[in-house]
């Protein structure tokens, strides 16, 4: 008994997850009621408090059930000492794009968190969370790119700093403006030609 009571508030948890991704995309989420997701799930809005705090807990647990393609990315980035890391960026960087571009949900998450999310104060903790995030990634290219320069024994056209937030904001960029029109463009080949030619820029051709 126990045990199917753990798996029946698994199966509600999971549907209150899918009907916030479909409800966020459609009304965008300070535009989104708990009541509109219960409904949604077709469950009670009493239901989402035993599972989250607030409609940012149930946000934030919505963005970790997808691992969003550039945190992906970078933690596959790992090479052995002494050896340039920048060959496996360039791999993980294909990866996320793929993911990107041929995996529906991670779609919809992303599209959710970077055109549906309005920063009102019941939200604050949806932005920290990004700002968070967007440091994590910015510090890891940091790494990435100086350890580059290093083994290579260049040194960057720009502070190293400079150039993780340059690279971040590069893709983010194209994945932003990619979901709000998917064909108007090649994401996958667009983004990454135009990070090698940002790495040719800073000197690490």
């Not at 209150?16 to 989104?32: I, S």
């Not at 149930?58 to 790992?78: G, K, W």
């Not at 549906?116 to 990435?144: G, M, N, P, T």
């Amino acid at each position: 008994m126990a045990r199917r009571s753990k798996e029946d508030a698994l199966a509600t948890r999971n549907a209150l997850l899918d009907a916030a991704e479909r409800v966020f995309l459609a009304k965008g989420v300070a535009g989104t009621s708990l009541n509109d997701i219960a409904q949604a799930a077709g469950t009670t809005r009493g239901a989402i408090y035993w599972h989250f705090e607030d409609k940012a807990d149930l946000f934030n647990a919505m963005m970790d059930r997808v691992a969003m393609p550039l945190q992906c990315a970078l933690s596959l980035v790992d090479a052995a000492p002494g050896e340039d890391p920048l060959p496996a960026l360039r791999r993980s960087l294909r990866a996320a794009l793929h993911q990107t571009v041929h995996d529906p949900q991670t779609q919809r998450v992303f599209e959710v968190a970077t055109h549906k999310v309005e920063y009102v104060d019941s939200l604050c903790a949806v932005r920290e969370r990004h700002l968070q995030i967007r440091e994590l990634w910015v510090e890891r290219f940091r790494q990435v790119l100086l350890r580059s320069a290093r083994v290579r024994g260049l040194r960057l056209a720009v502070p190293a700093a400079v150039a993780a937030h340059g690279l971040h904001a590069l893709l983010d960029g194209f994945i932003q403006n990619w979901l709000l029109d998917p064909g108007a463009f090649d994401l996958e080949t667009s983004a990454l030609k135009s990070v090698d030619a940002y790495l040719r820029g800073l000197g690490l051709d």
